[in-house]
């Protein structure tokens, strides 16, 4: 059983890096519609578990179809969270865990499958080359999660620690995440998920970022 853990910040105050280009309530809207595109991309999985902490992120995840999981380490950050999300996910017999940022509006069915289609360990980056936006292990706990700055960096270093190889697996609609304005233009230029174009067309986001220079 294949299991995908998709964590979701608090709406509140979400995407602050957005701020020059959208107010609270877009980077809200923007959040879901991103959240929405993921969830779909997930579906040829067996489960999909929308950590959080928001009734709108719940409402999203029942709408979709997946399973709205209360944050299981509230307050102790990210990776606690994947953490225990990732032991229940291996208690309930996952025999591979794919967690996928929340706010990559591109991915699509054939990425996901792609990063998980094997046994061991494999690792998207971000843009950057310094982040990571989805890691795939099989067997579930082959190592820790080590989400934040230089995450690339701190997984391959803990698939060293463990003797296993760990696959890079760079495709566009993987590498695309949304923090700052100049990824949200990318996002606009790019083939994006329904939810996501249409919360982008609505906040007219083009005419903005020509205003922004």
Known sequence: MRVVLIPMKPLVGAKERLAPALNPDERRRL?????TDVMAASRGFDRVWVLNS???????????GVEAVPDPAP??????????????????????????SADLPA???ADLEALSNKEGLAVAPDRSGTGTNALWRSPGNTIQVAFGTSSLAAHERLAREVGVDIRLVERPGLALDVDVPDDLAAAWKTTVGPATRRALEEMDVAARLRLAG
């Open 31 to 35: 959040s879901l519609a991103m959240l």
């Open 54 to 64: 928001d009734a709108d992120a719940a409402s999203a995840a029942v709408a979709a």
């Open 75 to 100: 307050g102790a950050g990210l990776n606690a969270s994947l953490t225990a999300a990732t032991e229940r996910a291996i208690g309930e017999g996952a025999t591979g865990v794919l967690v996928v």
């Open 107 to 109: 991915v699509s069915a």
